[in-house]
Nanobody, 125 residues
Framework: QVQLVESGGGLVQAGGSLRLSCAAS????????VGWFRQAPGKEREFVAA????????YYADSVQGRFTISRDNAATTVFLQMNSLKPEDTAVYYC??????????????????WGQGTQVTVSS
């Protein structure tokens, strides 16, 4: 079992930056792949980024490639999502999710068994 708590969301103007954190507790954190997903009102939850258990592999949705960076600090049991050049369409509740590392990075919600409660990100135009 692993428990996840997101933080760092807020209101920012278009072009600005935010850094989200996903703090984990429970079982050894370094065995988990961690992903970020987001859900805008009236839309399905979508993949944003993911990172392998050792941080050596990352994967991004096309919509955030080049603007967002995912990283992790296993000693601090935390995963970060640095979001730059934010756009109004990035407005959503952002969730982090985890699954035991299985050799591949998953980009679907069904691939993750542990979820945080979410943090709201609002980008004004």
């Amino acid at each position: 079992q692993v428990q996840l708590v997101e933080s760092g969301g807020g209101l920012v103007q278009a072009g600005g930056s935010l850094r989200l954190s996903c703090a984990a507790s429970g079982r050894t954190f370094s065995v988990y792949t961690v992903g970020w997903f987001r859900q805008a009102p009236g839309k399905e939850r979508e993949f944003v980024a993911a990172i392998s258990r050792d941080g050596g592999n990352t994967y991004y949705a096309d919509s955030v490639q080049g603007r967002f960076t995912i990283s992790r600090d296993n000693a601090a049991t935390t995963v970060f999502l640095q979001m730059n050049s934010l756009k109004p369409e990035d407005t959503a509740v952002y969730y982090c999710a985890a699954r035991l590392w299985g050799g591949v990075i998953y980009t679907t919600t069904g691939g993750y068994g542990f979820w945080g409660q979410g943090t709201q990100v609002t980008v004004s135009s």
